[in-house]
């Protein structure tokens, strides 16, 4: 399900204008810059730590340590890798264009969310284990993407013609998946010292890669719809992490920048979140992003601002949308609502606040693997319960 929201029709004319200007290859990064978000950038960052989207070689040295000395919680968490593995076999051959269809999905949309996800799921089966097949699987798959994908385009769906902005919030989505997968495979060393062995001529293909998904479809998420909600928040989480990537402090502070602009408007003042009304998943798409994109702040500098943002948030909405499970919400009821899973990103949060209300809500669907539209990584009991402060 996605977030549609009509344009004027002069916008709508805009964007298709805009589209018929570049071509099914990647523009040159140089033609859509990333402009700055309106005023200063706070993130601090002046050095980039790898791997750094949402996992760090500390938390995963970590995981992987107490995985493969037997501890059973985090064997829990690791099994629903294997599990999604068992469930959704390597690819031998990747879309060049891949279709957005509003409400529904197509078969290219499915699988580049499936198949980012496999390459962070070979990827974490690759550290646990230190076996070169899983990480020879996670480089097929990013290589995959790398050399064939040229374009998203749309097709029509159960309600008629898809807007071609849903290809924006798509690329939203998958980018940060495949930059935490690739990210592990660049820059992890089992045991601290054995890599991946990924090539420099591939990494540099699977740079265009995202520099295409980046230039042509993430940038143009600001103002693509009019209010402020899931597709903004998803937006923050993809730029920080594709700053981490580039190395590029100015793609990072314009997701940084604009997720603490905008913090009171993804989550009011109350803690009720935008679109808190609608379903019990929509709300959790600005929760997840929130939640990885302050994690990855913090493991960029240690830099906890964003989870503190407006009097923690992140927080007050996580415990909101516990209370709408309860059915005692100001916003909808998901108490007996049929799309009420909790979204991994609860291990994630929980990690860092550690309140009895949010382990009331992490404690509901333990262990975490996927979220089944498969819109945001997760395993995250693997990768994130109880890591503490390790970064």
């Given amino acids: 399900m996605k977030h549609i929201t009509s344009l004027p029709r002069l916008a709508r004319l805009g964007f298709a204008a805009a589209f018929a ?11 859509t810059p990333d402009l700055a978000v309106t005023g200063r950038a706070d993130s601090t960052i002046t050095t980039f730590r790898h791997p750094g989207v949402v996992n760090s070689q500390a938390s995963l040295d970590l995981v992987a340590g107490q995985a493969n000395s037997g501890d059973a919680t985090r064997t829990a968490g690791y099994n629903k890798v294997i599990d999604y593995m068992n469930q959704y076999p390597v690819p031998t051959s990747f879309p060049s264009v891949v279709y957005a269809v509003a409400g529904a999905g197509s078969p290219t949309e499915d699988q580049i969310r499936r198949d980012c996800i496999l390459a962070y799921a070979c990827a974490l089966r690759w550290v646990k284990t230190g076996s070169s097949t899983y990480a020879g699987q996670a480089k097929q798959i990013l290589n995959g993407y790398a050399y064939n994908f040229q374009r998203y385009s749309t097709a029509d769906g159960p309600s008629g013609p898809t807007e071609f902005r849903q290809t924006y919030l798509e690329a939203a989505w998958v980018a940060p998946t495949f930059v935490a997968a690739a990210e592990i495979i660049r820059y992890y060393k089992v045991n601290g010292t054995t890599g991946a062995g990924w090539s420099d001529t591939d990494v540099s293909k699977f740079s265009d890669f995202l520099n295409n998904l980046k230039n042509n479809y993430v940038n143009n998420v600001p103002g693509a719809i009019n209010d402020i909600n899931n597709w903004q928040a998803s937006y923050c989480y993809a730029k920080m992490a594709l700053g981490v990537w580039f190395n590029s402090t100015a793609v990072y502070d314009t997701g940084y920048d604009y997720m603490q602009q905008h913090m009171s408007d993804f989550i009011r003042a109350d803690g009720n979140v935008a679109e808190c009304g609608r379903d019990c998943h929509h709300l959790q798409y600005t929760l997840c992003a929130l939640t990885y994109a302050a994690e990855i ?40 609502a049929g799309d009420n899973a909790v979204f991994p990103g609860i291990e994630t949060a929980y990690n860092f606040y550690g309140t009895t209300r949010l382990a009331t809500l992490r404690d509901r669907d333990d262990p975490y693997g996927v979220p089944g539209d498969k819109t945001f990584l997760g395993f995250t009991s693997f990768t994130h319960r109880s890591i503490g402060a390790a970064r």
Avoid: V
């Avoid at 290859?25 to 140089?30: E, I, L, R, S």
């Avoid at 964003?306 to 005692?328: D, H, M, R, T, V």
């Fill in 297 to 336: 702040a913090r493991i960029q500098t240690g830099n906890t601002a964003p989870y503190n943002f407006n009097s923690q948030a992140i927080k007050n909405g996580w415990g909101k949308y516990e209370e709408s499970l309860e059915g005692s919400t100001q916003c909808k009821s998901c108490q007996n």
């Fill in 21 to 31: 200007l570049f071509s099914s290859c990647q523009k040159d990064a140089a033609t």
